[in-house]
C-alpha cells in the first residue's frame, strides 16, 4: 500500500525525534528524562551538562547527519545511475576516505594532531571526487561513472590492504581495523564542526534534483527533451554526494548498506519516483543509523559491537528480502 510522501516525511520526523530522545537517554549512567532535558537548556546539574552536551549530544548529532547524508546519497545515486544496486560505496568515495584514515594512522600523524584522522580521509575524499567530478564534466555516460567509481574503490581498497600488510605493530593495525569497521563513540563536537559544513555543503549541492531524476529515470534523450541538463545533473549527484558521504566517513568510519537498503524501503511505500524518496531517505537513514547505534552501546562480553558490523547485520538481510519481494520486477 502506498502512501503520501508528506504523511510518510511526517511520520519520520516523529519518529527521528523519538530515536533521538531515546539516544541521549540511554548510556552508561541513568539520567532522569527531565534532567536531559534541563541539561539541553543548560539548566541541569554540572556534570549532568557534561555527559549530555558533551558526551552524548555530539554522538547523536553525528549519527543523524551521517545516516541522513547516506541515505539521501544512496537515493539520489539509485536514481542517477537508474541502478537499484547502487550506494554510496559505488562512486569510490567511502574508500578513498577509508584510505586516508589508515596512512594517517599508519604514519603516527594521530598522536601529533587528534584531528589527523578526520582531515586526511576528508582528503582522500576528496581526491576521489576530483577525479569522478572530471570523468562527470564530459558528456560520459552511466556506465563509465560506474566503472570509474568501481575502479576507485578497488584501487583504495588495494592501497588499504598494502598499508594495513606493512603495519609496523599490532597495535597499530588494530587501529586502523577497529577505524573502518566504524564507530561514533567518543566523538565530540568538534568532530561536528570540521564535518558539518561539509556534509550541509553536499545537501546545498544536491538541492533540487528531484525533477531532473524523474526525469532521467525516463532516459538521457527523453530527460535531455525535456530541458534537463544531464551534465549538470550528474555534476551536483556525484559531488554532492561525494562531499557529503566524505565527510561523513571521516568521522564515522566505513558505513556500509544504509544507503543501499533505506531508498529500497521507502520506494516499496511511496512508490518510484526519485524525487518521493529523497527527503524520506535522508530521515530514514538517520533513523536507521541512530538504531544501530544503540545497539552497539549494548555491553557484550569484553568486547564491543562496532557501528559498521551492526549495520552490515541489519542491512543484508533486509536486502535480501527486498530482492526477493521484488525479483519479479527486477527481471
Not at 582522500?124 to 561513472?145: F, N
Not at 512508490?271 to 549494548?298: C, E, F, K, N, W
Amino acid at each position: 500500500m502506498k502512501i503520501s510522501p508528506t504523511l510518510l516525511i511526517s511520520l519520520l520526523g516523529l519518529l527521528l525525534l523519538m530515536v533521538t530522545f531515546l539516544s541521549l537517554f540511554i548510556g552508561t549512567t541513568p539520567i532522569p528524562a527531565q534532567e536531559i532535558l534541563s541539561a539541553l537548556g543548560g539548566m541541569a546539574d554540572k556534570n549532568i551538562e557534561i555527559i549530555v552536551l558533551e558526551l552524548r549530544l555530539p554522538r547523536v548529532l553525528i549519527g543523524l547527519l551521517a545516516g541522513a547524508s547516506l541515505g539521501l546519497s544512496g537515493a539520489a545515486l539509485q536514481g542517477l545511475l537508474r541502478n537499484p544496486l547502487a550506494d554510496p560505496g559505488i562512486i569510490g568515495v567511502s574508500s578513498s576516505a577509508g584510505l586516508g584514515a589508515v596512512i594517517s594512522i599508519y604514519f603516527g600523524m594521530s598522536s601529533l594532531f587528534p584531528l589527523s584522522i578526520q582531515i586526511m580521509s576528508m582528503l582522500g575524499a576528496l581526491g576521489a571526487t576530483l577525479i569522478l567530478s572530471m570523468i562527470s564534466s564530459r558528456d560520459s555516460s552511466v556506465l563509465t561513472l560506474i566503472l570509474a567509481g568501481i575502479g576507485i574503490s578497488s584501487l583504495a581498497t588495494a592501497a588499504i590492504s598494502l598499508t594495513m600488510n606493512f603495519a609496523h605493530s599490532p597495535m597499530s593495525l588494530q587501529d586502523m581495523v577497529m577505524w573502518l569497521l566504524g564507530s561514533l563513540e567518543n566523538r565530540t563536537m568538534t568532530d561536528v564542526m570540521l564535518a558539518g559544513p561539509f556534509i550541509f555543503l553536499g545537501w546545498f549541492i544536491m538541492r533540487g534534483i528531484g525533477q531532473g531524476l524523474d526525469a532521467s529515470s525516463l532516459g538521457s534523450d527523453t530527460a535531455q527533451s525535456l530541458g534537463i541538463n544531464i551534465k549538470h545533473l550528474r555534476m551536483k549527484v556525484i559531488i554532492g554526494s561525494a562531499i557529503s558521504v566524505g565527510a561523513t566517513v571521516s568521522v564515522c568510519g566505513a558505513i556500509g548498506f544504509v544507503g543501499l537498503v533505506v531508498p529500497h524501503i521507502i520506494r516499496s511505500l511511496v512508490g518510484h519516483a526519485p524525487s518521493r524518496i529523497l527527503v524520506p531517505s535522508a530521515l530514514l537513514g538517520a533513523i536507521l543509523l541512530s538504531l544501530a547505534d544503540l545497539i552497539t552501546r549494548i555491553p557484550i562480553g569484553h568486547g564491543q559491537l562496532r557501528l559498521g558490523v551492526v549495520t552490515a547485520f541489519i542491512g543484508s538481510p533486509l536486502f535480501l528480502y527486498i530482492i526477493y519481494k521484488t525479483r519479479g520486477a527486477m527481471r
